[in-house]
């Protein structure tokens, strides 16, 4: 399997002196092709920073972060706002839709900023919106759907334009549980198709679609598991 992302011993520290936070403490990780790896440790742990700096949303105080073997921390703002339109997709827990925008215009608006002209861009959004299962709610605004409907279409709009990478920042956190399992299967199906997916939750329910598990606390890689069950890397994790 090809790397798809790929960090190298990352640091990250907010602030200066005294008043300075290590929020990542040489973290190396590496989610390839067809894989979908969680990420679980408590609150304050790094999970969160580790996703906005892999998706080019921040950077690095140290360290090297590669999407598809270009080194992101070498692009500029500009650059690496071109391969989130292009490369990178980013589901957030709160949707992020834009409320004056229908579904498809949604979906659409990543490919038109990135100059694929408006029919075109249409198009890829309604096969996004057919991919996730709501091509009938292409012209509903986000005030007019269920948080489930708001979310899937958040996630179309994170694959559209054959995206390789698939950031999810807690996308089940304000759904009910059945709802939740429909989004986890369409992240699984994403990366059964090809794509590398890195999910942060805090639920081992959740963590149990993934191929792997990476535990962090205080900003350090404490365990990873490909085959034990997430409870017991849980229990190993915890002092």
């Not at 520290?13 to 990780?29: C, D, N």
């Not at 989610?31 to 679980?40: F, K, S, T």
């Not at 590398?196 to 959740?206: K, P, Q």
């Amino acid at each position: 399997m090809s790397a798809v992302l790929r960090l190298v011993d990352v640091h990250r520290v907010h602030g200066e002196g005294e008043a300075a936070v290590r929020a990542l403490r040489g973290v190396s990780f590496t989610a390839h092709a067809g894989e979908l790896v969680a990420v679980m440790g408590p609150s304050g742990s790094g999970k969160s920073t580790l996703l906005t700096i892999s998706g080019g949303l921040d950077q690095p105080t140290e360290g090297r972060v590669e999407v598809e073997g270009v080194d992101v921390v070498g692009l500029s703002q500009q650059q690496r706002a071109r391969m989130r339109r292009t490369s990178i997709g980013y589901v957030f827990q709160g949707f992020n839709l834009v409320p004056a925008l229908t579904a498809v215009e949604n979906v659409a608006l990543p490919r038109e900023l990135d100059g694929v002209r408006s029919g075109q861009a249409r198009r890829d959004a309604m096969r996004a919106l057919e991919e996730v299962g709501i091509p009938e709610l292409a012209d509903r605004f986000p005030d007019d759907m269920s948080g489930g409907q708001q979310q899937r279409v958040a996630i179309a709009r994170a694959v559209v334009g054959e995206r390789r990478l698939i950031l999810a920042d807690e996308p089940t956190g304000a759904l009910d549980t059945e709802t939740g399992e429909e989004i986890l299967r369409l992240l699984r199906a994403r990366c059964d198709a090809g794509a590398a997916g890195v999910l942060v939750t805090h639920e081992a329910r959740h963590a149990a679609w993934a191929d792997r598990v990476v535990f962090l606390r205080d900003g350090v890689v404490v365990d990873e598991s490909g085959s034990a069950p997430v409870e017991d890397l849980l229990q190993a994790s915890h002092p």
